[in-house]
């Protein structure tokens, strides 16, 4: 069975900081990772995803993951957070070999303070 | 706006009820998927459905039973409600029919109040 850790339900970070939220994951096969955003009131947003290649992952709004296949990690990263970026979220998992759908973390509730 | 819409937005009603949720997915997606979220299980998967079939069961409770229509819209029904059941349930969709590297689009979600 596939399945995601976020070891971390809550990262403050100050404005201007790099951020890093964590996710490890532990899957049969190969996976494919996701990352997700929820902004209060909202439905989840797709940031990026990592498929195979380049284990530097570049998305949406200045965000990239890093992908460590011996350390079954995913994190997700940074370099200089915005208040703005203060949301829940998650990261997915899903084994390519199988056909399952999207396995999610609980979510890291991530607070960049000005 | 991700395309994918649910409705309704809010539903307040009492326990032993019987609700509908309605999904419709992005244009070409042919896969529907299911999610529970409440915050001490997290974002749980219910069901998925691929033009038509029934592809994954997740959690789902024998008292929820889904269905996608030739049109691909999706429902969900939630019989004999409980209390337990309140949560924000999300219905996402994809093209692909779930074996490959494509993400899932999410819709906004139906807040669920059991009473």
């Known amino acids: 069975a596939q399945s995601v850790a976020q070891p971390e339900d809550q990262v403050n970070v100050a404005e201007g900081n790099p951020l890093t939220v964590k996710c490890t994951y532990s899957?049969?096969?190969?996976?494919?990772l996701f990352w997700y955003v929820q902004y209060p009131n909202r439905g989840l947003q797709f940031l990026l995803k990592y498929i195979t290649g380049d284990n530097l992952v570049k998305g949406s709004y200045g965000f990239e993951a890093e992908f460590n296949k011996s350390q079954t990690s995913f994190h997700l990263k940074k370099p200089s957070a915005l208040v703005s970026d203060s949301a829940l979220y998650f990261c997915?998992?899903?084994?390519?070999?199988?056909?399952?759908?999207?396995?999610f973390g609980k979510g890291t509730r991530l607070s960049v303070i000005a | 706006d991700s395309g994918v819409t649910q409705t309704p937005k809010h539903l307040i009603t009492a326990t032993g009820q019987r609700v509908t949720l309605r999904c419709s997915p992005r244009s070409g997606d042919l896969s529907v998927y299911w999610y529970q979220q409440s915050l001490d299980q997290g974002l749980q998967f219910l069901i998925h459905?691929?033009?038509?079939?029934?592809?994954a069961k997740g959690n789902i409770l024998e008292r929820f039973s889904a269905q996608q229509f030739p049109d691909l819209h999706s429902e969900l029904n939630l019989s004999s409600l409980e209390l337990g059941d309140s949560a924000l349930y999300f219905c996402?969709?994809?093209?692909?029919?779930?074996?490959?590297?494509?993400?899932?689009?999410f819709g906004q979600g139906t807040r669920l109040t059991v009473v």
């Open positions: 997915a998992v899903r084994d390519i070999t199988g056909n399952t759908p999207l396995v």
């Open positions: 459905y691929y033009n038509g079939e029934e592809r």
């Open positions: 899957v049969s096969g190969n996976p494919y």
């Open positions: 996402a969709s994809s093209v692909g029919g779930g074996l490959g590297n494509t993400e899932a689009f």
